[in-house]
């Protein structure tokens, strides 16, 4: 008996491109560091390089986050955090290193592990000022993740006799971000929106569509191409039908905007199709014009009509989109201004508070609208790639990319 097939859920990783010449390729975003990889990682390191002044461009396949949000969110830390003080430990960062050399093995070297848990403290007060929130409560037994309202733990082997050095009792070191079920979401999210605050920029997922781009990007669309085989079924003249019934214009008039000849595709109040067909060659074998089909020929009628509806309906479907994506750079820009003045106002609120000019429900208060503000543009940013998928799913965007946009056969 054989078994089944597997099916991988593994994402493909396409080949890399390789270049002679960067100038062989159009780049269209410049910055002084590039962070490839939108995880909790990138995030950190697009955040520090922005604190130096840097300009900042990140870029993922995806919508960001990756594998830090599918994780539990836990932040191995030590050597004397917060946390370990309210829940009664006493770390210290020797006592840290010093299991760690136990765990590592040597494979990290001592310097490397000292300057780690030197900085360890340190580290989690980083994440704590970019959003992130930890806590001290702690399960009653030894678990490898945390149940609900627990948040510090022995992550690791701490408690096991033979890794208890001489520089101090067991310590947890694992702390959980504060959030419910697996964490790595919310840890994530508190990072994004931390690397869109400091300014980095990110690259859209997909890119935008070139100008002028020519409508027989849409004769590879599957429709049309289903409607074109029926025709060439009854053996008509591809080519002719193409030059009566597809109109040949430019899609967009600059990168993202559609252009005046498509608009005037769909004329009057109503938008209704008003391209009017011009038929100068026979479009079945015989001579039959379109004006020449009789009753008998009712098929061939059908197939001319089921093409010129594809064609309104690629031509529809493509003025509609990039109608929506005209208005989405000035909402964008709109709303990155109003989280800018938003922090700042937060920031503010709790300089005031420490200097005890205003209570506590003031900072609270500038909080909340900054979190609604940061929510609403990752709302919108996520609203902007779905158009873009659109965009690209009505145009094709293989042929789009291609670097030169020839048309399928017309026999």
């Known amino acids: 008996m054989s078994r089944p097939a597997k099916v991988s859920t593994v994402t493909p990783i396409a080949a890399a491109l390789e270049l002679d010449d960067a100038n062989a390729v159009e780049w269209s975003d410049s910055a002084d560091v590039v962070v490839v990889g939108w995880g909790a990682a990138g995030a950190c390191a697009a955040i520090e390089a922005r604190a130096t002044g840097a300009s900042v461009l990140v870029i993922d396949r995806f919508d960001g986050g990756g594998a830090s949000t599918l994780s539990g969110g836990v932040v191995y830390a030590g050597g004397g955090t917060p946390y370990q003080k309210q829940a009664g430990f006493n770390d210290t960062p020797e006592a840290m290193a010093d299991y760690l050399r136990h765990e590592v093995n040597g494979v990290v070297s001592d310097a490397t592990l000292k300057k780690f848990c030197d900085d360890s403290v340190a580290n989690l007060a980083w994440l704590e000022m970019h959003g992130a929130r930890f806590g001290a409560t702690m399960p009653d037994y030894k678990t490898s993740y945390p149940p609900e309202g627990k948040f510090l733990y022995y992550s690791g082997n701490e408690v096991v ?51 002028p781009l020519p409508s027989s990007v849409l004769l590879v669309r599957p429709d049309i191409q289903a409607a074109e085989n029926n025709l060439r079924a009854m053996e008509a003249n591809i080519g002719a039908a193409r030059a009566a019934m597809f109109p040949t214009i430019s899609l967009t008039a600059s990168v993202g905007s559609g252009s005046r000849e498509l608009d005037g595709l769909f004329g009057g109040s109503s938008s209704t199709w008003s391209f009017i067909p011009l038929v100068r060659l026979p479009i079945f074998d015989g001579g039959r014009n379109r004006a020449g089909v009789q009753v008998a020929e009712a098929n061939q009628r059908i197939a001319i009509a089921q093409y010129e509806k594809a064609v309104q309906t690629a031509f529809r ?44 429900l003031t900072v609270l208060d500038a909080q909340r609208s900054l979190y609604t503000a940061q929510q609403t543009l990752i709302g919108l940013r996520l609203s902007e790639q779905l158009n873009r998928v659109t965009l690209w799913k009505v145009l094709d965007g293989e042929q789009v990319q291609a670097s030169s946009v020839s048309a399928p056969a017309n026999s």
Do not use: C, I
């Open 161 to 211: 006799p033979a890794y208890k050095g001489d520089k101090g009792a067991p310590a947890p070191r694992g702390h959980r971000a504060v959030a419910k079920g697996q964490s790595g979401a919310t840890l994530y999210a508190a990072l994004q929106a931390a690397t869109l605050r400091a300014g980095a920029q990110p690259a859209a997922a997909l890119q935008p569509v070139p100008a």
């Open 317 to 360: 479907e493509t003025a509609d989109v990039l109608a929506d994506r005209a208005q989405w750079d000035e909402r964008l820009a709109a709303q990155t201004s109003m989280v800018a003045a938003t922090q700042k106002a937060f920031d503010l609120s709790e300089a005031r508070f420490k200097a005890g000019v205003d209570n506590y």
